[in-house]
Antibody, heavy 120, light 108 residues
Framework: QVQLVQSGAEVKKPGASVKVSCKAS????????ISWVRQAPGQGLEWMGW????????NYAQKLQGRVTLTTDTSTSTAYMELRSLISDDTAVYYC?????????????WGRGTLVTVSS | EIVLTQSPGTLSLSPGERATLSCRAS???????LAWYQQKPGQASRLLIY???SRATGIPDRFSGSGSGTDFTLTISRLEPEDFAVYYC?????????FGQGTRLEIK
């Protein structure tokens, strides 16, 4: 079954870091890209960045540059999103999504999301 | 950054009716690099349309996309009960990728 399965909910204190995983199955992991999108409570979707799995190239949203790192582990078909120096505004559901075609970065497969709560 | 403005914010319709959702861009989106997604609580979001008018795999033909330049439309020809959800447009012509703020389609 083609799917992206994300790790469970996290609660973090301000200033901490969080690392969310996204395990792919049912397709050739190296042949696609992975993007990360977040959604604050009651808000819309915000793109965070993408990673090309086959060569590790990344592109990050300017707003998050320096705080976010996207990586992959091809041996386990898993993508990771690490966000550092967390603030309350980082409280959101974080989604991973598959990019099927380079040069056309729309998302044809989504994970169900991981809730990250930042609270003291 | 390309800003996408969706209208209306909420659309109240009955099953069987036609839904027309709008997405307007702050600058022209070349090559029609615009996609539409459906989001339901607790479920993975679903790609409906890419390239402004190409239906994604498995999407029923009651969903159609149209438009070019700065004005795009998602049309659902006859609403089914499962179509009531939030819909987002997304541009991928330039970085950063951006989304509209969403249209909530609710049962009247």
């Amino acid at each position: 079954q083609v799917q992206l399965v994300q790790s469970g909910a996290e609660v973090k204190k301000p200033g901490a870091s969080v690392k969310v995983s996204c395990k792919a199955s049912g397709y050739t992991f190296n042949s696609y890209g992975i993007s990360w999108v977040r959604q604050a409570p009651g808000q819309g979707l915000e793109w965070m960045g993408w990673i090309r799995v086959h060569n590790g190239n990344t592109n990050y949203a300017q707003k998050l540059q320096g705080r976010v790192t996207l990586t992959t582990d091809t041996s386990t078909s898993t993508a990771y999103m690490e966000l550092r120096s967390l603030i309350s505004d980082d409280t959101a559901v974080y989604y991973c999504a598959r990019i099927p075609n380079w040069g056309e970065e729309y998302f044809d497969l989504w994970g169900r999301g991981t809730l990250v709560t930042v609270s003291s | 950054e390309i800003v996408l403005t969706q209208s209306p914010g909420t659309l109240s319709l009955s099953p069987g009716e036609r839904a027309t959702l709008s997405c307007r861009a702050s600058q022209s989106i070349s090559s029609s690099y615009l996609a539409w997604y459906q989001q339901k609580p607790g479920q993975a979001s679903r790609l409906l349309i890419y390239g402004a008018s190409s239906r994604a795999t498995g999407i029923p033909d009651r969903f159609s996309g149209s438009g070019s330049g700065t004005d795009f439309t998602l049309t659902i020809s006859r609403l089914e009960p499962e179509d009531f959800a939030v819909y987002y447009c997304q541009q991928y012509v330039s970085s950063p990728i951006t989304f509209g703020q969403g249209t909530r389609l609710e049962i009247k």
